[in-house]
Structure formats: C-alpha cells, structure tokens
C-alpha cells in the first residue's frame, strides 16, 4: 500500500490526524522538500528516507524515478508514505502518482493536505473570501514546464472579480502582474506576496498590482511564496495575527504554543 499524504505548508501543527498516524507506521517516507522539520521528525527510526526534494531547474530525483521507486518499495510488501508538501492533488503531480499506481497493480490512498494556497493568505491576515468583498477564489499555477511559457487567460480571470491565488509564481511576479494589467484589472487592485506562509520566518508584501513587483523586489521575497490579488488584501494589516514585527500587533508563534 502507498498512502499519498498532504503534509501541509510546513510545520506539525497543519498536519492532519490522519496524515500524522499514516507516518507514524510508514516503513519507507518518499518525501519532498517544503516538509517541514517537525513532521520529518515524527517519521519512525527504523523507516526507509528517501529525499525527493524538487525545486525550478533540480530535481533530487525525476518523476520518474520517484514513481518507480514506490511501486518497488509497495511491491516489497513495505507500508509506503509519499509525503507531498501542501495538498496531495494541488499542482503536486499527485494524480500523475496514483495513475502510475494503477497501471502497476499498486494499491494506494490519498489523506489530502492543508494547502498553502489557503494557509498562507491566512496566516497573513487574508481570507480569501468575504462576503464584503467577493464570493470566489481562483487559484492559478504560475510556474511553467521547462522550456514553456505561462499560457494564462488573464482576461478572463479578472472577469471573475474573485480573489487570484497563484502558486509557484514568484520568479513570474513581473509576468503575473504585466498579465493582470493587460487583462483589464484596475492598476490599484489590492495585492500580495507571503513567503514562507505559516513559518515562523513568514514574511509579506502588500501593495498594488501595479505596485506590487517593485515592493517585492524591494524586499528580496522568494520562493516559496504564495501571491494574492484582489480586494481582500486590503484586510491584511488589520487582520494579520501572525507575521512577526514590523507588522503591528502581530502574534509570534511562541505566544500561541
């Protein structure tokens, strides 16, 4: 058995029930790189690790070998833990997985994960939605196969007038907000970056659509970060419990542990 299991967006505290004693009896932990520390933890001693850590342009291990290797270690007879950073299904090639199970004879599940696309924005003071603002989100992969460019509908997506999640999409910040503007969406839209969403090194920038690539350059943010862009931004410094100083009245994670 291959159990598929969403770790969340990094530490312990947003890893499911389920997930948790789903790596307490792992026998090999295939896991990725945005795992957080703590979870890693709690993977038991005398587990098989496998590091397949993916970031743009280096892969510790291809797709390929990554498949093959859990159906070898499943038809080993070992309970197999495939640790996916986020949610299982969200932009992190779990459905990829599962269909090479499949074909192989390889029985699995999936515990799905808290995505950071949601996480994020909350830990930052952003609710994605509100029913003062919008009724909708739409979230929206910026990170494009190797040799290929983005291929968004940005018309269409401001059409929506929801709130824009786009994941993997720092290094196409420019791109995003260019693609935005050519769209139709008002050049002052509310808008923002949380890198490292839910960590204690969380940071945040927010501004404008327009505004929005020189503040994040400003800053230096980098991957992993989460982009935000829509009304609700405007809610963040009133609502931010989290982000650490010089955010005003923001709540360190050890005042809440």
Not at 120 to 148: D, F, L, M, Q
Not at 182 to 207: C, F, L, Y
Not at 214 to 240: F, N
């Amino acid at each position: 058995m291959v159990t598929l299991v969403g770790a969340g967006p990094g530490g312990r505290e947003l890893l499911t029930l389920g997930g948790a004693e789903a790596l307490c009896r792992a026998e090999v932990v295939v896991y990725d790189r945005l795992v957080g520390e703590d979870i890693l933890a709690m993977i038991p001693e005398h587990a098989v690790r496998v590091d397949a850590g993916k970031q743009s342009a280096c892969h510790m291990i291809p797709q390929d070998g990554i498949n093959a290797l859990l159906v070898q270690y499943a038809r080993e007879g070992r309970e197999v833990v495939r640790l996916k950073g986020g949610d299982c299904f969200l932009f992190g090639r779990g459905g990829e997985e599962c269909e090479y199970l499949r074909a192989h004879g390889v029985p699995y599940r999936v515990i799905p994960g808290v995505s950071s696309a949601l996480a994020a924005p909350a830990y930052a003071g952003i609710p994605v939605t509100h029913r003062g603002y919008c009724s909708s989100v739409h979230i929206v992969t910026a990170h494009a196969r190797k040799n290929e460019t983005l291929k968004i509908d940005y018309e269409s997506l401001v059409k929506l007038h929801g709130t824009l999640i786009f994941l993997m999409g720092v290094a196409a910040l420019d791109e995003v907000c260019a693609g935005l503007l050519a769209g139709g969406i008002a050049p002052d839209t509310p808008a923002a970056v949380v890198e490292n969403g839910t960590r204690p090194n969380q940071r945040k920038a927010v501004s404008t659509v327009e505004g929005m690539p020189a503040c994040a350059r400003e800053m230096g943010l980098k991957s992993p970060a989460v982009i935000v862009v829509g009304d609700v931004c405007s809610l963040s410094d009133t609502l931010d419990w989290f982000t650490p100083p010089p955010y005003d009245g923001a709540v360190q994670r050890e005042d809440i542990e």
